[in-house]
């Protein structure tokens, strides 16, 4: 499955954004999905997950609370909802998903096995 990210810019302290992945090539509903960021001079980080139906979602502690990640698979688009946030958000942020049919704990849970990564999409956060 190819990911494309959008919806990226610039946003004041406290506001908020929301982030859409495009899914093409192949089934959305076979894949669980993830949201990475990688802020400018730090590693790449895991933000949060949804499994195949939506039924599931985990979030970093860093953004559980403040974000929401969703799914529409009949639109094969993923979300990023990103509420109250704050300048340490800023940061390049990825969609990303596994192999077909693997669980959305192989994102998350020790070195992230990810199989396509969409391009990233930038987010500013004004302080």
């Known amino acids: 499955v190819q990911l494309q990210a959008s919806g990226g810019g610039l946003v004041q302290a406290g506001g908020s954004l929301r982030l859409s992945c495009a899914a093409s090539?192949?089934?959305?509903?076979?894949?669980?999905m993830g949201w990475f960021r990688q802020a400018p001079g730090k590693e790449r980080e895991f933000v949060a997950a949804?499994?195949?139906?939506?039924?599931?979602?985990y979030y970093a502690d860093s953004v559980r609370g403040r974000f929401t990640i969703s799914r529409d698979n009949a639109k094969n688009t993923g979300y990023l909802q990103m509420d109250s946030v704050k300048p340490e958000d800023t940061a390049v942020y990825y969609c990303?998903?596994?192999?077909?049919?693997?669980?959305?704990?192989?994102?998350?849970?020790?070195?992230?096995?990810?199989?396509?990564w969409g391009k990233g999409t930038l987010v500013t956060v004004s302080s």
């Open positions: 990303a998903a596994p192999d077909r049919d693997q669980a959305m704990g192989v994102l998350f849970s020790g070195i992230p096995r990810v199989r396509s």
């Open positions: 090539g192949d089934a959305f509903s076979n894949y669980a």
């Open positions: 949804i499994s195949w139906t939506g039924g599931s979602t």
